[in-house]
């Protein structure tokens, strides 16, 4: 698979309510500041399809991009920033259990974790969350290039522990918006995903 030509799309806050193609879905999450948007543009021809914010929280919609293949890959908001309200984040928990319960037939769902921590209360939520759903999951450790040996160890072991903890087992790559680490890799499996029936 070639590097990803995105065109936004939708912005939306309301999955029941999007007319869309029926295509397969690549969705992409973490906590905010965990490099989302820079992973996005990595996978993508153009190095600025996504816009990253220096302000934490700043996606709050599920961002549909179109790809030339049939495939969206979409944006999902940032889970975990403090200054969220309590009545945001339940909108964001309904918003984002609204979108897998209707769409986890046609979605791999990546998990963004930023190696230079171990994996986080607010991670942990959400990989619980994400364990109700069916799709297939694959967890990405962002920020190689800015972690040590010593916390990609930590963080490597803390979520080998929690996933234990979890009962779930999901393959894990490891990226760098920098240097490109894990680019082709990722690209594989998403063409893999797409071709599997």
Same mark, same amino acid.
């Given at each position: 698979?070639? %590097?990803?030509?995105?065109? *936004?799309?939708?912005?939306? $806050?309301?999955?029941?309510? =999007?007319?869309?193609?029926?295509?397969?879905?690549?969705?992409?999450?973490?906590?905010?500041?965990?490099?989302?948007?820079?992973?996005?543009?990595?996978?993508?021809?153009?190095?600025? %399809?996504?816009?990253? #914010?220096?302000? +934490?929280?700043?996606?709050? /919609?599920?961002?549909? !991009?179109?790809?030339?293949?049939?495939?969206? =890959? $979409?944006?999902?908001?940032? !889970?975990?920033?403090?200054?969220? #309200?309590?009545?945001?984040?339940?909108?964001?928990?309904?918003? *984002?259990? #609204?979108?897998?319960?209707?769409?986890?037939?046609?979605?791999?769902?990546?998990?963004?974790?930023?190696?230079?921590? +171990?994996?986080? +209360?607010?991670d @942990?939520?959400?990989f =619980?969350?994400?364990?109700?759903?069916?799709?297939p999951? @694959?967890?990405?450790?962002?920020? *190689?290039?800015?972690?040590?040996?010593?916390?990609?160890?930590?963080?490597?072991?803390?979520?080998?522990? $929690?996933?234990?903890?979890?009962?779930?087992?999901?393959?894990? $790559?490891? #990226?760098?918006?920098? /240097?490109?680490?894990?680019?082709?890799?990722?690209?594989? =499996? *998403?063409?893999?995903?797409?071709?599997? +029936?």
């Open positions: 698979m070639d %590097a990803l030509n995105l065109q *936004i799309e939708f912005l939306s $806050v309301k999955p029941d309510t =999007l007319k869309l193609e029926p295509f397969r879905h690549v969705a992409v999450i973490g906590r905010s500041n965990v490099g989302k948007s820079s992973l996005i543009n990595m996978l993508s021809k153009r190095q600025q %399809a996504a816009y990253i #914010s220096s302000n +934490p929280g700043k996606t709050r /919609t599920l961002n549909f !991009y179109k790809t030339q293949y049939p495939l969206y =890959l $979409v944006d999902m908001p940032g !889970y975990g920033y403090a200054r969220v #309200s309590k009545t945001e984040r339940e909108k964001w928990h309904h918003m *984002i259990q #609204s979108y897998f319960a209707l769409f986890q037939d046609r979605m791999l769902l990546f998990l963004l974790i930023d190696a230079r921590h +171990p994996v986080q +209360p607010a @942990i939520e959400f =619980l969350l994400a364990r109700s759903f069916s799709m999951k @694959i967890v990405c450790l962002t920020k *190689i290039d800015q972690a040590g040996q010593k916390e990609i160890a930590i963080c490597r072991k803390s979520l080998k522990s $929690v996933l234990a903890e979890i009962g779930s087992d999901y393959q894990v $790559v490891e #990226s760098s918006s920098k /240097t490109g680490k894990g680019k082709k890799e990722i690209l594989k =499996l *998403i063409a893999e995903y797409q071709d599997n +029936p």
